[in-house]
């Protein structure tokens, strides 16, 4: 009985842990709703939909697969994020900063993109549908 107790902590911790993997900081989240400022923090996968984020700190942040959807990014700094995969569906991001940010396969599908510094950032398979670009140095076209 005991090694079967323990088998199935063997295998069932692992798991758990496999669960987690890649999932945002609960504190990280909090820390982002009450302060608007979360440098360098783990928000991989977190739903962050409909938060106005004006202005907030995200500079270096993962936010890799996070649900933006309606998100108010106005002004905010997410200089080096990790936005990899990340859903900004009808997200508004008027004077934000992805200087040197990774946007690879970020869905911008209606977004509001006026005046957004993108310097440097990875631009690969983002999705401009219906998304308002002013001011924005995104251009969709081949070679």
């Known amino acids: 009985m005991k090694f079967m107790a323990a088998l199935t902590v063997s295998v069932l911790v692992p798991m758990a842990a496999s669960v987690q993997a890649g999932a945002a900081n609960p504190a990280h989240v909090e820390q982002l709703e009450t302060t608007r400022a979360c440098y360098a923090c783990d928000l991989s996968g977190a739903d962050l939909s409909q938060m106005h984020l004006i202005g907030a700190d995200l500079r270096e ?6 649900n933006l959807m309606e998100v108010n990014l106005e002004g905010a700094d997410l200089a080096g994020a990790n936005l990899n995969g990340a859903n900004l569906t009808d997200a508004f991001l ?8 990774d946007l690879t396969d970020v869905n911008l599908t209606q977004a509001k993109l006026y005046f957004v510094n993108v310097e440097g950032a990875t631009l690969s398979d983002i999705d401009l549908t219906r998304a308002e670009v002013v001011g924005t140095p995104i251009s969709v076209g081949g070679n």
């Open 61 to 66: 942040a993962d936010l890799s697969g996070a």
């Open 94 to 101: 008027t004077n934000a900063s992805f200087r040197d940010a």
